[in-house]
């Protein structure tokens, strides 16, 4: 089965389902759940894989599941979806709006969800008819707004056996039937830095018979990030912003303690990775020259999203084949961190932004208590997801550069 034949399967499909996926969505929406506690989201997964004929494995806390469909030597392609909530309130006026205070599907996870259980349940069909040409795994991960999801999946072999991932996320600046892609890196890394420095301290009229602590915290406030920008390539964009610095409490004299924290953003992978150390020795030149005493902690929070080409290839192809030719359309790399990038260190694949804003109406941001989606995005992303999964089965190789050159 190849381009139209499966275009006309998801179209048969989505005839049938699409009304009951929106349900599934708006159900999510109004039951929205923390990270590490999506339980009754993970139940109401669970038992409409079960329904389709699969056998869906919960995580040993109880939240976020595994569940493959198709077996055989073949390919194992893995489909990721997150399914956790955020802690603001819902500000919208409609019927699904969340019912739990303070928190919401501001991030559009309740999307991404019902996108991979809609397309799920299409792959059970397939398989069932003898059509899947291979294994296709299906994560719905928890926790990717707190630290730990990606990494809790990961530790239960959720990739292991994994040749390539895909995974999708909402978009509302790209219009709805519209997927954005980009080669290369599409979200950035945010690590958390603390400075922490100690000295004799003592009187401001003896400087030299002390360690001038405060002089050597400014110094180390604007050498850091100065020497960074000398040491790392410019194009990683790495940079160190302080957000809150705090020494002493007199004039005159010259505190034994003072502390600075920031973060560290960073676009590149591999500035990332060499981002700790360099800081770190750059921290004792400058403490060592003023004799004072300097440690750091050093939060690591994502890395980049680093979408690889073949990948893109193949979500540009799969999405010109369902939704139709200048569906894919490029996209910027955001600021934001996105833990798909734990999978994409150790598997190849590529991570898309589904358009979810209606033509010509309001553009929301997400992690805003407004935020909502068109819905037909439902059935686009089902579209794109099980496109994309034949299409990496098939593993047709280099495709139509043309969709590709313009991405890079
Ligand atoms: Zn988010
Ligand atoms: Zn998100």
Redesign the pocket.
């Known amino acids: 089965m190849r381009g139209r034949e499966l275009r006309g399967e998801l179209d048969a499909f989505l005839a049938e389902s699409e009304q009951d996926l929106v349900a599934f969505r708006r159900d999510l929406h109004m039951h929205p759940e923390l990270a590490f506690a999506e339980y009754r989201t993970t139940q109401r997964i669970a038992e409409r894989l079960t329904a389709a004929g699969l056998s869906p494995r919960v995580l040993p806390k109880g939240t976020g599941l595994i569940c493959d469909v198709g077996s055989g030597d073949g390919p194992t392609v893995a489909l990721r979806a997150?399914i956790d909530a955020l802690p603001l309130q819902d500000e919208k006026d409609v019927p699904y709006r969340s019912t739990v205070p303070g928190v919401c599907h501001a991030?559009?996870?309740d999307v991404h969800t019902t996108v991979l259980l809609g397309t799920s349940l299409f792959l059970a069909q397939q398989a069932a008819a003898g059509l899947l040409p291979g294994r296709v795994r299906l994560i719905f991960q928890p926790a990717?707004e707190a630290p730990g999801g990606a990494l809790e999946v990961m530790a239960h072999g959720g990739i292991s056996g994994v040749d390539r991932i895909f995974g999708l996320?909402c978009d509302p600046r790209v219009d709805v039937g519209q997927l954005g892609l980009r080669v290369g890196p599409i979200t950035s890394a945010c690590d958390r830095l603390t400075v922490r420095v100690s000295g004799p301290g003592g009187h401001t009229a003896r400087p030299h018979l002390t360690a001038d602590l405060v002089f050597a915290l400014a110094k180390i406030l604007t050498e850091l990030p100065a020497a960074l920008s000398r040491r790392i390539d410019p194009r990683s964009s790495l940079s160190l912003v302080w957000g809150r610095v705090e020494a002493g409490s007199a004039a005159n004299a010259i505190p034994d303690d003072g502390v600075a924290e920031g973060t560290v953003r960073c676009l590149d992978e591999d500035a990332w990775h060499a981002a700790p150390d360099l800081i770190k020795s750059l921290l004792e030149s400058v403490a060592s020259a003023y004799g004072i005493e300097a440690t750091m902690d050093y939060t690591r929070g994502v890395p980049p999203v680093v979408n690889d080409e073949v990948s893109v290839e193949m979500l540009g192809e799969a999405a010109e084949r369902v939704l139709g030719a200048g569906a894919v359309v490029p996209t910027q790399q955001s600021l934001g961190g996105e833990d798909f990038a734990w999978y994409l260190e150790s598997v190849p694949g590529a991570f898309a932004r589904l358009g979810t804003r209606s033509p010509d109406g309001v553009t929301y941001d997400?992690h805003q208590g407004t935020f909502d989606v068109d819905e037909q995005a439902i059935a686009m992303g089902v579209r794109v997801m099980a496109a994309t999964a034949f299409t990496a089965l098939w593993d047709v190789g280099p495709l139509d550069s043309t969709v590709t050159s313009a991405l890079a």
């Open positions: 997150d991030c559009g996870h990717e996320h997400i």
